[in-house]
T-cell receptor
Framework: EDQVTQSPEALRLQEGESSSLNCSYTVSGLRGLFWYRQDPGKGPEFLFTLYSAGEEKEKERLKATLTKKESFLHITAPKPEDSATYLCAVAGNFNKFYFGSGTKLNVKP | EPEVTQTPSHQVTQMGQEVILRCVPISNHLYFYWYRQILGQKVEFLVSFYNNEISEKSEIFDDQFSVERPDGSNFTLKIRSTKLEDSAMYFC?????????????FGSGTQLSVL
Protein backbone atom coordinates (compact mmCIF):
# COMPACT_ATOMS: atom_id res chain seq x y z
CA GLU A 1 0.00 0.00 0.00
CA ASP A 2 1.29 3.44 -0.91
CA GLN A 3 2.17 5.40 2.17
CA VAL A 4 3.85 8.61 3.32
CA THR A 5 5.01 9.18 6.89
CA GLN A 6 6.40 12.46 8.17
CA SER A 7 8.33 13.13 11.33
CA PRO A 8 8.36 14.83 13.68
CA GLU A 9 4.70 15.85 13.93
CA ALA A 10 5.73 19.16 15.43
CA LEU A 11 9.02 20.97 15.75
CA ARG A 12 9.81 24.04 17.77
CA LEU A 13 13.04 25.88 16.92
CA GLN A 14 14.73 29.04 18.00
CA GLU A 15 15.46 31.52 15.24
CA GLY A 16 18.75 30.48 13.63
CA GLU A 17 18.59 26.89 14.92
CA SER A 18 18.93 24.59 11.89
CA SER A 19 17.11 21.26 11.68
CA SER A 20 15.67 18.67 9.31
CA LEU A 21 12.23 17.27 8.61
CA ASN A 22 11.81 13.69 7.45
CA CYS A 23 9.46 12.10 4.94
CA SER A 24 9.59 8.35 4.44
CA TYR A 25 7.55 6.77 1.68
CA THR A 26 6.53 3.58 0.01
CA VAL A 27 4.98 3.89 -3.40
CA SER A 28 4.90 1.68 -6.45
CA GLY A 29 6.32 3.57 -9.37
CA LEU A 30 7.34 6.89 -7.85
CA ARG A 31 6.59 9.66 -10.31
CA GLY A 32 7.78 12.43 -8.03
CA LEU A 33 8.15 13.53 -4.43
CA PHE A 34 6.85 16.96 -3.54
CA TRP A 35 7.29 19.34 -0.65
CA TYR A 36 4.60 21.90 0.06
CA ARG A 37 4.22 24.59 2.68
CA GLN A 38 0.78 25.16 4.20
CA ASP A 39 -0.18 28.16 6.25
CA PRO A 40 -3.30 27.98 8.46
CA GLY A 41 -6.52 28.14 6.44
CA LYS A 42 -4.65 28.17 3.13
CA GLY A 43 -3.96 25.74 0.32
CA PRO A 44 -0.62 23.94 -0.01
CA GLU A 45 2.04 26.11 -1.63
CA PHE A 46 4.55 24.31 -3.82
CA LEU A 47 8.20 24.26 -2.73
CA PHE A 48 10.09 21.45 -4.49
CA THR A 49 9.81 18.43 -6.73
CA LEU A 50 12.34 15.60 -6.56
CA TYR A 51 12.32 12.75 -9.06
CA SER A 52 15.27 10.49 -8.41
CA ALA A 53 17.52 9.35 -5.57
CA GLY A 54 20.43 11.68 -5.04
CA GLU A 55 18.60 14.71 -6.31
CA GLU A 56 18.74 17.94 -4.27
CA LYS A 57 16.87 21.23 -4.61
CA GLU A 58 17.43 24.50 -2.75
CA LYS A 59 15.41 27.64 -2.19
CA GLU A 60 16.55 30.30 0.25
CA ARG A 61 16.87 28.60 3.66
CA LEU A 62 15.35 25.32 2.49
CA LYS A 63 17.05 22.33 0.90
CA ALA A 64 15.31 19.10 -0.08
CA THR A 65 17.06 15.79 -0.66
CA LEU A 66 15.85 12.40 -1.81
CA THR A 67 16.91 8.79 -1.30
CA LYS A 68 15.12 5.64 -2.41
CA LYS A 69 13.12 5.50 0.81
CA GLU A 70 12.97 9.00 2.25
CA SER A 71 13.33 12.68 1.73
CA PHE A 72 14.65 15.37 4.03
CA LEU A 73 13.78 19.02 4.16
CA HIS A 74 16.70 20.85 5.74
CA ILE A 75 16.04 24.27 7.20
CA THR A 76 19.14 26.40 7.73
CA ALA A 77 19.02 29.33 10.14
CA PRO A 78 15.22 29.52 10.15
CA LYS A 79 13.29 32.73 10.71
CA PRO A 80 9.86 33.17 12.35
CA GLU A 81 8.29 33.58 8.91
CA ASP A 82 9.28 29.98 8.13
CA SER A 83 6.69 28.85 10.68
CA ALA A 84 4.12 26.73 8.83
CA THR A 85 3.14 23.13 8.27
CA TYR A 86 5.38 21.39 5.76
CA LEU A 87 3.73 18.67 3.73
CA CYS A 88 5.37 15.87 1.82
CA ALA A 89 3.51 14.12 -1.00
CA VAL A 90 4.36 11.40 -3.48
CA ALA A 91 2.79 11.07 -6.89
CA GLY A 92 1.57 7.73 -8.16
CA ASN A 93 -0.57 6.77 -11.09
CA PHE A 94 -2.78 9.47 -12.65
CA ASN A 95 -0.68 11.96 -10.70
CA LYS A 96 -2.66 11.00 -7.61
CA PHE A 97 -0.86 12.51 -4.63
CA TYR A 98 -0.48 10.75 -1.31
CA PHE A 99 0.14 13.27 1.42
CA GLY A 100 1.84 12.80 4.75
CA SER A 101 0.34 14.28 7.90
CA GLY A 102 2.80 17.14 7.84
CA THR A 103 5.31 18.64 10.26
CA LYS A 104 4.15 21.75 12.05
CA LEU A 105 7.16 24.02 12.41
CA ASN A 106 7.22 26.86 14.92
CA VAL A 107 10.23 29.19 14.86
CA LYS A 108 10.53 31.44 17.89
CA PRO A 109 12.35 34.78 17.63
CA GLU B 1 1.68 33.91 -11.53
CA PRO B 2 -1.58 32.18 -12.55
CA GLU B 3 -3.71 30.88 -9.70
CA VAL B 4 -6.41 28.32 -9.05
CA THR B 5 -9.44 30.21 -7.78
CA GLN B 6 -12.04 28.70 -5.46
CA THR B 7 -15.40 30.07 -4.38
CA PRO B 8 -16.83 30.50 -1.87
CA SER B 9 -14.05 30.64 0.72
CA HIS B 10 -16.52 29.58 3.41
CA GLN B 11 -19.79 27.68 3.08
CA VAL B 12 -22.14 26.86 5.91
CA THR B 13 -24.99 24.46 5.23
CA GLN B 14 -27.55 22.33 7.01
CA MET B 15 -27.20 18.56 7.05
CA GLY B 16 -29.01 17.03 4.10
CA GLN B 17 -28.65 20.08 1.88
CA GLU B 18 -26.85 20.12 -1.46
CA VAL B 19 -23.74 22.22 -1.90
CA ILE B 20 -21.70 23.10 -4.95
CA LEU B 21 -18.09 24.13 -4.58
CA ARG B 22 -16.62 26.01 -7.48
CA CYS B 23 -13.14 26.18 -8.91
CA VAL B 24 -11.51 27.94 -11.82
CA PRO B 25 -8.33 26.00 -12.68
CA ILE B 26 -5.38 27.61 -14.40
CA SER B 27 -6.40 28.17 -18.01
CA ASN B 28 -4.03 25.87 -19.92
CA HIS B 29 -4.19 23.02 -17.41
CA LEU B 30 -5.62 19.66 -18.38
CA TYR B 31 -5.91 17.61 -15.17
CA PHE B 32 -8.18 18.71 -12.34
CA TYR B 33 -8.49 17.40 -8.83
CA TRP B 34 -10.44 17.72 -5.63
CA TYR B 35 -8.83 17.05 -2.28
CA ARG B 36 -10.16 17.56 1.19
CA GLN B 37 -8.61 18.13 4.59
CA ILE B 38 -10.53 17.51 7.78
CA LEU B 39 -9.26 19.75 10.56
CA GLY B 40 -5.98 18.41 11.93
CA GLN B 41 -5.83 15.54 9.45
CA LYS B 42 -4.07 14.68 6.18
CA VAL B 43 -4.89 16.15 2.82
CA GLU B 44 -6.93 13.36 1.16
CA PHE B 45 -7.49 12.67 -2.51
CA LEU B 46 -11.09 12.67 -3.68
CA VAL B 47 -11.13 12.60 -7.46
CA SER B 48 -9.16 13.38 -10.59
CA PHE B 49 -10.70 14.57 -13.84
CA TYR B 50 -9.33 14.65 -17.37
CA ASN B 51 -10.87 15.06 -20.79
CA ASN B 52 -14.33 15.60 -19.31
CA GLU B 53 -14.42 12.41 -17.31
CA ILE B 54 -13.29 11.04 -13.98
CA SER B 55 -9.82 9.44 -14.17
CA GLU B 56 -9.74 8.07 -10.67
CA LYS B 57 -11.69 8.42 -7.46
CA SER B 58 -11.10 7.45 -3.87
CA GLU B 59 -13.33 5.48 -1.50
CA ILE B 60 -14.45 8.79 -0.02
CA PHE B 61 -15.94 9.86 -3.35
CA ASP B 62 -19.20 7.93 -3.10
CA ASP B 63 -22.52 8.46 -4.87
CA GLN B 64 -23.16 11.63 -2.88
CA PHE B 65 -20.33 13.35 -4.73
CA SER B 66 -20.13 14.41 -8.35
CA VAL B 67 -17.86 16.61 -10.43
CA GLU B 68 -18.52 18.59 -13.54
CA ARG B 69 -16.80 20.91 -15.93
CA PRO B 70 -19.86 22.82 -17.15
CA ASP B 71 -17.93 25.18 -19.40
CA GLY B 72 -14.38 25.86 -20.50
CA SER B 73 -13.30 27.43 -17.24
CA ASN B 74 -15.21 26.12 -14.21
CA PHE B 75 -14.78 22.84 -12.36
CA THR B 76 -17.33 22.00 -9.69
CA LEU B 77 -17.74 19.54 -6.84
CA LYS B 78 -21.31 18.79 -5.80
CA ILE B 79 -22.29 17.07 -2.59
CA ARG B 80 -25.94 16.02 -2.91
CA SER B 81 -26.94 15.47 0.68
CA THR B 82 -24.35 16.76 3.10
CA LYS B 83 -23.45 14.93 6.29
CA LEU B 84 -21.79 16.27 9.41
CA GLU B 85 -18.62 14.35 8.50
CA ASP B 86 -18.37 16.25 5.20
CA SER B 87 -17.21 19.28 7.17
CA ALA B 88 -13.70 19.95 5.92
CA MET B 89 -11.55 22.24 3.81
CA TYR B 90 -11.95 21.30 0.15
CA PHE B 91 -9.09 22.08 -2.20
CA CYS B 92 -9.20 22.19 -5.96
CA UNK B 93 -5.96 21.58 -7.84
CA UNK B 94 -4.82 21.47 -11.43
CA UNK B 95 -1.78 20.51 -13.45
CA UNK B 96 -0.86 21.20 -17.06
CA UNK B 97 0.53 17.90 -18.20
CA UNK B 98 -0.58 14.30 -18.37
CA UNK B 99 2.67 12.47 -17.93
CA UNK B 100 2.44 12.15 -14.19
CA UNK B 101 4.89 13.49 -11.66
CA UNK B 102 3.83 17.06 -12.26
CA UNK B 103 3.33 19.45 -9.38
CA UNK B 104 -0.21 20.32 -8.44
CA UNK B 105 -1.28 23.93 -8.17
CA PHE B 106 -3.74 24.26 -5.31
CA GLY B 107 -6.43 26.82 -4.68
CA SER B 108 -6.93 28.47 -1.30
CA GLY B 109 -9.78 26.12 -0.45
CA THR B 110 -13.42 26.24 0.56
CA GLN B 111 -14.12 25.67 4.23
CA LEU B 112 -17.36 23.67 4.37
CA SER B 113 -19.21 23.53 7.66
CA VAL B 114 -22.20 21.18 7.90
CA LEU B 115 -24.49 21.90 10.85
Amino acid sequence: EDQVTQSPEALRLQEGESSSLNCSYTVSGLRGLFWYRQDPGKGPEFLFTLYSAGEEKEKERLKATLTKKESFLHITAPKPEDSATYLCAVAGNFNKFYFGSGTKLNVKP
Amino acid sequence: EPEVTQTPSHQVTQMGQEVILRCVPISNHLYFYWYRQILGQKVEFLVSFYNNEISEKSEIFDDQFSVERPDGSNFTLKIRSTKLEDSAMYFCASTPLTGGGEKLFFGSGTQLSVL
